[in-house]
DNA sequence: TCAATGCGTAAGCGTATCCTTACGCATTGA
DNA sequence: TCAATGCGTAAGGATACGCTTACGCATTGA
């Protein structure tokens, strides 16, 4: 999670996936979106996202076409900035209620291991 | 969204966000919690955090409490990590239909302006 | 076979980041 | 008034990051 995160902070690498988001491209045509740089940056923005799992290259003849995958986001979401989601917004803990409730518990490992430290402060850590 | 995702990506601060979640501490405290660094090098993390709005200090005597604010890091997940995680689970899609049934529309910006580029493509990016 | 195309990577440079030590300022209690 | 405490910041150095230019390799079409 930690690479994934130092990748998504650099806008040119975002707007990237971006692009993929839309549609697979092949590497030149990804340089082509980015005209403000040189190509061999962009092909090393595409090495970062490689080591971290977000895009997936796959030769057709002498090009290669990029895919997005965005299962190393959910990480992200998942162990870290969903805990915070609760301190901004009350529609999203209100969310989870309706979800946990209308399951019913399927194994989903971000329950119950809540901070047993027996809330020996003050605990307001508002949205400000 | 540029400066907080930096600022999170820095696996103290991320940290730091983490104790402060728990309840307001002084910057001594903090700094005591992470002791393989110095008390200064904690002292800039905070000057990052507090640069980015994630965390505000409040003066009382000599000490310096500070205090979590979790609203810089909404934008993140609003105009970013949310439209990439209909890729990585449906049961998210699924939870933002049910609570848009439920809501009836009530002016939250982050509907309807969506990819207004006619599908010209293949379109699929699947989490992988 | 040979030039052209598409792409990746090595080398090098400027800059940003993160740490340390040293210092300065405000507040507290004797 | 004066030492002690809590905290922030300046200065400096090591390392990481992002870009450019130059180059190498594989594939394609003449």
């Given at each position: 999670m930690d690479g994934v995160l130092a990748a998504i902070?650099?806008?040119?690498?975002?707007?990237?996936?971006?692009?993929?988001?839309?549609?697979?491209l092949t590497a030149g045509a990804?340089?082509?979106?980015?005209?403000?740089?040189s190509r061999p940056a962009v092909s090393q923005h595409?090495?970062?996202?490689?080591?971290?799992?977000?895009?997936?290259?796959?030769r057709s003849g002498r090009l290669v076409v990029y895919t997005l995958c965005a299962a190393p986001l959910q990480p992200i979401w998942d162990h870290w900035l969903s805990?915070?989601?609760?301190?901004?917004?009350?529609?999203?803990?209100q969310l989870k209620e309706v979800?946990?409730?209308?399951?019913?518990?399927?194994?989903q490992d971000s329950h119950s291991?809540?901070?047993?430290?027996?809330?020996?402060?003050?605990?307001?850590?508002d949205g400000c």
């Open positions: 902070t650099d806008p040119t690498r975002r707007r990237i996936l971006d692009l993929l988001r839309e549609q697979p990804i340089a082509k979106h980015v005209p403000e740089m595409l090495a970062v996202l490689r080591s971290v799992g977000l895009v997936e290259p796959r805990r915070y989601a609760e301190l901004w917004s009350d529609r999203l803990l979800v946990e409730a209308q399951e019913g518990c399927d194994a291991e809540r901070d047993a430290e027996g809330d020996k402060g003050g605990r307001r850590a």
